[in-house]
């Protein structure tokens, strides 16, 4: 999935050459540097990870139920099993703090329409919805309808749900 280290977030404008493969933050697996670190005319990274987190699934809260995340990222990690949470400000990274870990490993993390954060993992294959309590969010059942808008990223993952009593109608 890459070179060792240096998993990154960029904030992709038109023109902006991001460098890869000749600059990065990563590494052979050997130890050796894979590049350059920096070069003029190429754009550093917003925010990186070293080791790599294995980022996967990534997405901004904008919903109301959890309103001091408003318009933060939550990022998937696929290798250590975390959904991270990032508060941007002004073009960078102010706060980052691992919201949850060790559930499974984190395909995608999505911001749903119905204003809660839902969490797809595999191993095991389940969905999970964040609901607000007075101290942390917690999965709060096993339905997922109404959900027409991500039938295409659910459907490959439908008959796994069943297995676990999930309805994805």
Known sequence: HGPRGGDELN????GVNYGWPVITL???????????THQDGMAQPMHFWVPSIATCGLDFYTGSKF???KNDLFVGAL?????RRLRLRNGK???EEVVFKGMGRVRDVLNGPDGYLYVVFNKPCIVVRL??????ALFDGKSLKGWKRFDSLLAPYAQGFA????DID
């Open 163 to 166: 297995k676990l009593g999930y």
């Open 11 to 14: 904030h992709v404008r038109p």
């Open 26 to 36: 990563g590494m052979n697996y050997n130890g050796t540097p894979l590049g350059k």
């Open 79 to 83: 290798k250590n099993q975390e959904v």
């Open 131 to 136: 609901v607000p309590t007075d101290k942390v």
């Open 67 to 69: 309103p001091k995340w």
């Open 93 to 95: 990274v102010t706060q």
